[in-house]
């Protein structure tokens, strides 16, 4: 199955978000895969997000700070990212494990570097938005709008743009 790389973005503005907020380890027996799909960051608490809340089911994308996927060491971390169609994690660092594992579900974790993010919001969002790909940083938005991010290989580049 061919994974796409790109479409709507999450925001989660913190650092150590760790392997227990991204799929409490209650579910961790669950058989299959998709059975995990309706419990991803289920324990993540963060202003404003909601994890059973349409900008998290709509994205395919998700923004972090560093240290993404700290904590326990769990397959299950990438996987429920997976399925629920998420294959591309943009953060300034990942825990080892955790970045290994993405790439073992072929799914891509970026890095870009610390302050590579600036908040995105009112009228000069998307102007923002567009200058990103020249600029190398990410835009980061707030919670409740949606932006789009598109990874190319040729330019090893993020793009973000409104959505």
């Known amino acids: 199955m061919q994974k796409k790389f790109g479409g709507p973005a999450i925001f989660l503005d913190r650092s150590?978000?760790?392997?227990?907020?991204?799929?409490?380890?209650?579910?961790?027996?669950?058989?299959?895969?998709?059975?995990?799909?309706p419990y991803i960051l289920e324990d993540l608490k963060l202003a404003g997000f909601d994890p059973k809340g349409d900008e998290l089911r709509?994205?395919?994308?998700v923004v972090s700070r560093e240290n993404f996927?700290?904590?326990?060491?769990?397959?299950?971390?990438?996987?429920?990212?997976?399925v629920n169609d998420v294959h591309t994690i943009i953060a300034e660092s990942y825990a080892r494990i955790f970045r290994q594992?993405?790439?073992?579900?072929?799914?891509?974790?970026?890095?870009?570097?610390?302050?590579?993010?600036?908040p995105v919001d009112g009228p000069a969002a998307?102007?923002?938005?567009?200058?990103?790909?020249?600029?190398?940083?990410?835009?980061?938005?707030?919670?409740?709008?949606?932006?789009?991010?598109?990874?190319?290989f040729r330019d090893q580049?993020?793009?973000?743009g409104a959505g």
Request: overall charge positive; charged content about 25%.
């Open 16 to 37: 150590d978000i760790n392997t227990d907020e991204i799929i409490p380890a209650k579910y961790l027996t669950e058989v299959t895969k998709e059975a995990l799909t």
């Open 58 to 61: 709509n994205a395919k994308v």
């Open 69 to 82: 996927g700290c904590g326990s060491s769990r397959e299950h971390a990438p996987w429920v990212f997976e």
């Open 101 to 118: 594992n993405m790439f073992n579900c072929g799914m891509l974790a970026i890095e870009l570097p610390k302050g590579g993010y600036r």
């Open 126 to 152: 998307a102007r923002q938005g567009r200058d990103c790909g020249r600029s190398g940083r990410a835009a980061a938005h707030r919670p409740g709008r949606q932006r789009r991010a598109a990874v190319c």
């Open 157 to 160: 580049s993020v793009r973000q």
